[in-house]
């Protein structure tokens, strides 16, 4: 089994920064994609951005420019740096990981259980 646990939403005042974590632990052979969707009240869940092993990046169109995301391929760990933030980012933002659990395994996809990130004044 392997599990994600996400860390870093809150309360933030428009114009801030937020830094979110997500580690995952478990049977992991190797990782492919790690990523960061969000789903805003009432919105279909969407893409935010997403990192590939060997380092690639993509980005929605919304957060270009604002968000970083980054990963510790030694830790399993991903992070989502996001600066100048604003009303419109408000949701919850969901970790998902593409795997493989064992050699023999075949790739599937894990979410973590979602970290509510709330930009206001």
């Known amino acids: 089994q392997v599990q994600l646990v996400e860390s870093g939403g809150g309360l933030v005042q428009p114009g801030g920064s937020l830094r979110l974590s997500c580690a995952a632990s478990?049977?992991?052979?190797?990782?492919?994609?790690m990523g960061w969707y969000r789903q805003a009240p009432g919105k279909q869940r969407e893409l935010v951005a997403t990192t590939t092993s060997g380092g690639s990046t993509n980005y929605a169109d919304s957060v270009k420019g604002r968000f970083t995301i980054s990963r510790d391929n030694a830790k399993n760990l991903v992070y989502l740096q996001m600066n100048s933030l604003k009303p419109e980012d408000t949701a919850v933002y969901y970790c998902n990981v593409d795997l493989q659990s064992t050699l023999w395994s075949p790739r599937k996809d894990y979410w973590g259980q979602g970290t509510q990130v709330t930009v206001s004044s």
């Open positions: 478990g049977s992991i052979f190797h990782i492919y994609v």
